[in-house]
């Protein structure tokens, strides 16, 4: 048994302690009031969701089971002396809340690597699909194809004790995080790369491997994939594809169905489809200002997308109100290892660029950059310059925290989640009663 089994299943018993005196002593404590605004304005604000594996601070950003991000560089294992975090140790981190050991750690990469294997049936039913279909098309059609394989879909038909449920979600969970790398690489290799599958290199970790997988092995690019799927793994419960996980599972649905669910709220524009966008538009200074763009021309570039009633992409999260500290480790990488990237120093110009001006524009509540600002051109400067794949590899690290929450609401015993909804009409009776 592996030993995040064990921790996990020793933590299980305190947690559900906790909860449940939540619930009898301050189960009717008010977290503030919910106002109309929230109501029509997509929740923005409101406080209603549980999430155990990260929390968002608007100032700090996220921390993850209490990390945040330069103590996780610090304290996680990484694959050489001062490297980046390995994914495999947030992993553990999430589920257990414990850091663990270089050894812990090296035991997941290897659990991880053993359950990889694809079924053919996998491969096939995404080659149904036209080769140009978006990756993300691919990609949630994959992860539904892996289903089949789900161990809690068939214990739950057989009739299964419900405290049993989070041990079949965990396995299904390690599974899927297993699984999807390799899922994820045949679709950028059968696009971008005429179908030529690379295997996985049985002395890589997770995310080395995926960098290998996909056809990358500079071990510079091995060490940005480290970093670069730890912090995407999560923020907290709310962003549209952990909310969507969430509430798919907590019908009962397994891993695979709510994590391809996920994946189909990640696909938005409006979410994991900004890294995209942002590369996009970053090209598109370059072909209209050319790579030395002055500050003048960038202010010039950055108002004629507001004007043309566009936003400019990766700026203003919804609930952060600093910069966001994915952001900065991500520049922090670039200033390390690629300062003279000519689409990094525009990243750089336009971090001082843009804030003024949202600023100005008068009707953001916060004007600074987020990750997605800045991973595409890292992932460009490193020969991944597909954008289209991008919202991909978001997508497979965000199954850490996915797949972490998810056990955790089974471990739990959440409930289905449903809460009530009314009409405009419903609102505006409501909003004369005196
Ligand atoms: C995320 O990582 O999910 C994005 O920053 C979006 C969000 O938090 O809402």
Redesign the pocket.
Known sequence: DLELHTQLKELIPEKHGRLNKLKSKHGKVELGNITVEMVVGGMSGLTGLLCETSL?DPEEGILFRGLSISECQKLLPAAKPDGEPLPEGLLWLLLTEKVPSNEQVDSLSKELRRRATIPDHVYQTINALPVNAHPMTQFATGVMALQVQSEFQKVYEKGIHKSKYWEHTYEDSLNLIAQIPVVAAYIYRRIYKNGHVIPMDDSLDYAGNFAHMLGFDNPEMLEFMRLYVTI?SD??G?????HTGHIVASALSDPYLSFAAALNGLAGPL?GMVNQEVLVWIKSVVDECGEDVSKENLEDFVWKTLNGGKIVPGFG???LRKT?PRYTCLREFALKHLPDDPLFKLVSDLYEVVPPILLELGKIKNPWP???AHSGVLLNHYGLTEAQYYPVIFGVS?AIGICSQIVWDRALGLPLERPRSVTIEWLENYCKKP
Not at 238 to 242: E, F, H, I, L
Request: hydrophobic share 30%; glycine share 6%; net charge negative.
């Open positions: 968002i995407h923020h907290e709310g962003n549209v594809s952990a979410h999260h919804e609930v966001d987020d990750i997605d965000r």
